[in-house]
C-alpha cells in the first residue's frame, strides 16, 4: 500500500529534527554530548517535588485527576503572571493560556497565524523546533542576521506582496546563539513591527536564567498591543511535566484556546496543579537561583575549557545566560563533516547549519552546557578541539 | 489593532466546542449536569497512583522528570502493545506512538492526512472532538448515517474527484450515540475501505468499558494495512496524565511521529511513567473491573430513571458499554429550545446537532452516566422529563 497518496502537503513537507535524529546516534556506551537542550537532572527539585505530588493527590486528588480547561489551572495562571507583572507587564491570568510545553505554545502560534506560504521573520540562526513548526503548516521563512537587516527583510516581502505575519525572536540568550538583544535592539524592533504592521512572537524560555548583567525589558512591556510571549518550565523547572504558556491580547488568547482545544484540550492537569503549588510556596525561586549557580559555573566551565583547547582561529559566544553557546570555525569549513569525525571520537554537538533558514552557517555548531558533568566537559570539549584540529590538517 | 488581519485560514475556520462552551454555563451551584465525558472520581485509583509516584521519583526520578523521546516510554507502549496483541492485532512497540490523550491523536490524524478540502467520512452523529479537529484543518466532513448509505456516499465523493482520505469510525459504545458496531458492519466498512483504497481511522476510547456481551473484533485486525487505532487512558485509568495513543503501520507511525516533534516534542514524561509503571504491576486491570461494575449500574440506573420519568415518545439507546446514551425526542422538537430551558431547571446535556456534520439530529441530545451520583441521576432525569413535557405542552 503506498502511504504517500494519503499524505497531507503539510506532512509531506515535514522534515525530521536534526536534534532528535541525532539523539539516537548519540545513545551509544561512551559518548560525550553537548547536542541536546537538557537541563541538567541536578537542578531537579525532587525532594519539593515529591512533597507537593503527595499534598495534591491527598488534598486535591480528584480534581487533578479529572479533565481541566482548555486555558489550564487558574491558580498556576495567577503564578506566572505575578512574575510578568513585576516585569512591567500589564496581564492577569486571562492573558495566560497554558501550553504543552513552548513546543507547543510555537505550533499553536503556526497554525493560529500562518497560511502555507505566509512570510514569518526569524533571526539568523534561530531555534530548531521553531523552524519546524513553521516549515510543518509551509511558511514561507525569511531570515535576518543583523538588526540592519530585518527593515530590509521585512520591506522586500511587504513589495512583493508577502508582508510578514510576525518577527519570531528569542532575544533573551539565544538558541542557538546564547546572544541577548539589547534595549536599543528591542526598540528597534518594535519599531519596524509597528511600522509595517506585523506581529511580534518573543519567545524566551531561558530568560531567568541569567548568569550575570541585568535583565532587559520584555519586548512585550514595549509593545503590548502586538507581542505574543511564550514561556515555559522545562528549564527553569522540569521538563518532564510538559508545561509552557503564552501571553497575549485575551482577544489572541481566545484563538489560541480553540486551536489548543482542537489540539488536545488540555494540557496535564496533575502536573500543572504540581507546578501551581511549587510556585506558592516559593520553592521557584530557591531552586532557579541553585540552577543558576549550577549553569553559570558550567558556562564558565565550558569557556575556560574552549581557551585552553581550541585552535586559535575558532571562535564562541559568551552568553549571560542560558543553556548554549555558539562556536564558529573559519569560512569554509563544514561542521557537517566535523560531525560524522567527532561521533567516530565519541563526542557530539548539534550542526549549526540546522538552525539557518536559508542553509547558512555551515561553519558554526552549537554547543550545550547545562548537561554534561565538568569531567565530561573537558574531556568533551578535548575531544572536539582535536577533531578539530585533525579537520583543519585534511585541508 | 485588526487581529483578525493576521489570523490563517485555519484558525477563522475554527469553532468553540459547543461542550466546553457549555460547560462554562453549567458550573453553577445546584446544576446537575449529563453534558461532560467525565469520568467517575470513584474510578480514580488515588492510594495506587500515590504508591507509584513515590516509587518513580525515588527510582527514576530524574530520567522521569527529564525529555523523553517523540514516540513515548517504552515500557508503556510495551504494555500497550500486549493488549492489544491479546486481541489478534500483530504489533509490537514501534507501531505505537505516545500522545498527549486521544483528542491530540485525533488532531495529528488531520494533520497527517488532510489538506483543506480534502474528504473525510464520519457517522451521523459523530464524535465532536473528532468533527472539531478536521475542521481545524478545514476538511469536506461527509456523513453517513447508516451501512448501506457508506459505499453510496464514497462512491458519490470518489465520482466527484473528492474521493475520501479516510473513515472516522467508533466501533465501540459510540460518542454520542451509544451504538457498537455488529461484526457484519466491521467487515462491510473493511470491504467499502479496500473496494476504494481508504484509510480507516478506528477510534475506540470506550472499547474495554463493556458491562455485558462479547467483544466484537478491532477492525484494525481485519484491515491491519489500512487502519489507524486511537486509544487513550482517559476513561480506564484518569484523564489528568493526559495520555492516548496511535496504533498504526510504522510508516505511518513515522509521519505521526514528526507531526508530534513540531507539535510538542513529546507528552509528559512523568505521568507516562506512572502508567507504565500502573500496568506493569497489574493495577489497570483490577481498576477497571471495578470502574466497569460501577459504569454498568451507573447505565443501569440512569435507564430505570428514563423508564420511570420520560413521556412515552421519547426514545434512547441502551448501550453495552461506554459513558454515554443517546436520546430522541419526536421529529419536529429542537434541543436546542429544550436545553436553555433545562438549564432554568439546573439540568443540563449535550445538544445532539452539535454531533452532527450535516446539522441534523436537531431532536437528539447526549446524556452522559458516569458522572453524576445516583440521588443527582435519578434528580436530573426528573427535572429533564418535566422540561420536555413543558417543551410538548408548549406545542
Request: aromatic content about 10%.
Amino acid at each position: 500500500m503506498d502511504i504517500n497518496q494519503f499524505l497531507s502537503d503539510n506532512a509531506l513537507n515535514m522534515k525530521p529534527s536534526p536534534i532528535r535524529e541525532l539523539l539516537s546516534m548519540i545513545n551509544k556506551p561512551g559518548m560525550i554530548s553537548f547536542a541536546g537542550g537538557f537541563p541538567n537532572p541536578l537542578s531537579f527539585p525532587i525532594p519539593e517535588i515529591k512533597q507537593i505530588m503527595n499534598e495534591v493527590l491527598d488534598e486535591q486528588g480528584t480534581q487533578a485527576l479529572q479533565y481541566g480547561g482548555t486555558d489550564g489551572n487558574r491558580s498556576l495562571r495567577e503564578e506566572i503572571a505575578k512574575r510578568y507583572i513585576k516585569q512591567g507587564m500589564d496581564i492577569d491570568a486571562d492573558n495566560i493560556i497554558i501550553t504543552t510545553a513552548s513546543q507547543q505554545a510555537i505550533d499553536l502560534t503556526a497554525r493560529v497565524f500562518v497560511n502555507p506560504g505566509d512570510t514569518v521573520v526569524v533571526g539568523l540562526p534561530s531555534y530548531l523546533g521553531a523552524l519546524q513548526a513553521f516549515n510543518s503548516v509551509r511558511a514561507n521563512i525569511v531570515g535576518a542576521e543583523k538588526d540592519e537587516e530585518l527593515e530590509a527583510v521585512v520591506r522586500a516581502m511587504c513589495m512583493s506582496g508577502k508582508k510578514p505575519k510576525f518577527i519570531y525572536a528569542i532575544p533573551d540568550f539565544q538558541n542557538p546563539s546564547g546572544l541577548t538583544m539589547t534595549v536599543e535592539q528591542r526598540k528597534y524592533m518594535v519599531h519596524i513591527a509597528r511600522k509595517y504592521d506585523l506581529l511580534i512572537v518573543e519567545d524566551s524560555p531561558y530568560r531567568e536564567i541569567r548568569f550575570e548583567g541585568e535583565h532587559q525589558p520584555l519586548i512585550a512591556t514595549m509593545a503590548p498591543e502586538r507581542t505574543i510571549v511564550l514561556g515555559t518550565f522545562s528549564k527553569t523547572f522540569v521538563p518532564g511535566f510538559r508545561l509552557g504558556w503564552v501571553i497575549a491580547p485575551k482577544e489572541i488568547v481566545y484563538r489560541y484556546n480553540l486551536a489548543k482545544q482542537s489540539s488536545d484540550l488540555c494540557s496535564p492537569i496533575f502536573d500543572q496543579c504540581v507546578a501551581a503549588k511549587y510556585l506558592e510556596k516559593g520553592y521557584f525561586e530557591k531552586n532557579l537561583e541553585k540552577t543558576i549557580e549550577l549553569y553559570r559555573h558550567k558556562r564558565d566551565f565550558m569557556l575556560e575549557c574552549l581557551e585552553k583547547y581550541m585552535p586559535e582561529n575558532v571562535k564562541w559566544t559568551k552568553p549571560e545566560g542560558g543553556l548554549f553557546l555558539f562556536v564558529q570555525l573559519p569560512e569554509g569549513y563544514d561542521t557537517t563533516e566535523l560531525f560524522k569525525m567527532a561521533i567516530d571520537q565519541n563526542v557530539a554537538f548539534v550542526i549549526g547549519e540546522a538552525f539557518f533558514c536559508d542553509g547558512s552557517g555551515k561553519n558554526t555548531m552549537r554547543l550545550n552546557f547545562s548537561f554534561m558533568d565538568d569531567a565530561n566537559i573537558d574531556e568533551g570539549i578535548k575531544r572536539l578541539a582535536t577533531t578539530i584540529r585533525r579537520l583543519f590538517e585534511s585541508r
